[in-house]
């Protein structure tokens, strides 16, 4: 839980520098889009990606911005590139303390909440800091 229990954490928070490519994880339809509303909380910018196929709900929060040209409604395959990284809505953007860059990832069969760390997988080309 967040904030003294007062609101849940249903994703899994994932680190990573600003700008960094935020992928599908499924073919599916883009069903919900979040903007950021600059208040320093909530979603900021990200993506609902439905696979209605697998009763699956992902979503994807905190994007520094959405790919371009993508709008609700939107078929789109796994791979394909939906946003970017970013530290929008309550990721820290708001502090002048640090840089909070990250990717609020959910999983959700059956639109349940289920843990997601199993699920992330780093791509070959992207190497860890030492």
């Known amino acids: 839980c967040r904030s003294g229990c007062s609101r849940s954490h249903e994703g899994v928070d994932i680190m990573a520098d600003q700008g960094l490519e935020v ?11 979040y903007e950021d509303s600059g208040s320093c909380g909530g979603a900021g910018n990200g993506w609902t990606l439905t696979d209605e196929a697998n009763d ?19 078929s789109v395959v796994e791979g394909q590139i939906i946003g970017y990284i970013g530290e929008t ?18 999983y959700r069969p059956a639109d349940v909440a289920q843990d997601s760390f199993g699920l992330v997988e780093r791509p070959e080309h992207v190497q860890f800091a030492e």
């Open 23 to 33: 992928i599908a994880v499924a073919d599916g339809v883009l069903t919900k889009i």
């Open 56 to 74: 699956i709900v992902y979503k994807f929060f905190h994007l520094h911005s959405h790919a371009a040209g993508l709008e609700v409604g939107d």
């Open 89 to 106: 809505g309550t990721s820290g953007v708001c502090s002048d303390q640090y840089s909070n860059y990250h990717l609020h990832f959910e």
